[in-house]
T-cell receptor
Framework: GAVVSQHPSWVICKSGTSVKIECRSLDFQATTMFWYRQFPKQSLMLMATSNEGSKATYEQGVEKDKFLINHASLTLSTLTVTSAHPEDSSFYIC??????????????FGNGTRLTVT | ELKVEQNPLFLSMQEGKNYTIYCNYSTTSDRLYWYRQDPGKSLESLFVLLSNGAVKQEGRLMASLDTKARLSTLHITAAVHDLSATYFCAVDQGSFGNEKLTFGTGTRLTIIP
């Protein structure tokens, strides 16, 4: 089946530095990818929709200059957390849409990235 | 703004018992998904429900959708310990290739031996 690879699985960084998270669809082309953030014991909140070859669409309240999204190819989207602060510590999950329904969801989720900012 | 609420938020049940998790949403949609999340892990797809009256079953889990009531249920039959996880419903207001998911609040299920 379809697989979405997210890297790294976890990262610890110092406050003020930037962190890049990669999301790759391994066996299908994804014109649309999504980035979610999940705080401990909470639900997933959509941060932005990433479209190949165009600017990402950010949800209300998400700072586009802080969370830089690049979707340069049909198989890769990246999320860069710039000037990270402790409050950015969270679990970030990407998903990729293959444009049709395969199995039990049209979306395939990465394994998530645990970001800890010290 | 779409709101998706699950009930209960926490559920502790004994093995062998039956129970139902409810997912209510505030605006019209006929596309709803159920996911499972284990601690520290990402989401595992369970069910996709695409029409009013849809019912899907897999093992001890059965999901249904009533679009008129804006309600989906996830029923657990004869629970076993390995079903312990957090379960999320998600309402899709988009279309395939242009999904727009709003996740429910989640239900943390603990099965007690």
């Amino acid at each position: 089946g379809a697989v979405v690879s997210q890297h790294p699985s976890w990262v610890i960084c110092k406050s003020g530095t930037s962190v890049k998270i990669e999301c790759r669809s391994l066996d299908f082309q994804a014109t649309t990818m999504f980035w979610y953030r999940q705080f401990p014991k909470q639900s997933l909140m959509l941060m932005a929709t990433s479209n190949e070859g165009s600017k990402a669409t950010y949800e209300q309240g998400v700072e586009k200059d802080k969370f830089l999204i690049n979707h340069a190819s049909l198989t890769l989207s990246t999320l860069t957390v710039t000037s990270a602060h402790p409050e950015d510590s969270s679990f970030y999950i990407c998903s990729a849409s293959r444009g049709d329904l395969v199995g039990n969801s049209p979306l395939h989720f990465g394994n998530g990235t645990r970001l800890t900012v010290t | 703004e779409l709101k998706v609420e699950q009930n209960p938020l926490f559920l502790s049940m004994q093995e062998g018992k039956n129970y139902t998790i409810y997912c209510n949403y505030s605006t019209t949609s006929d596309r709803l998904y159920w996911y499972r999340q284990d601690p520290g892990k990402s989401l595992e797809s369970l069910f996709v429900l695409l029409s009013n009256g849809a019912v899907k079953q897999e093992g001890r889990l059965m999901a249904s959708l009533d679009t008129k009531a804006r309600l989906s249920t996830l029923h657990i039959t004869a629970a076993v310990h390995d079903l312990s996880a957090t379960y999320f419903c998600a309402v899709d207001q988009g279309s395939f290739g242009n999904e727009k998911l709003t996740f429910g609040t989640g239900t943390r299920l603990t099965i007690i031996p």
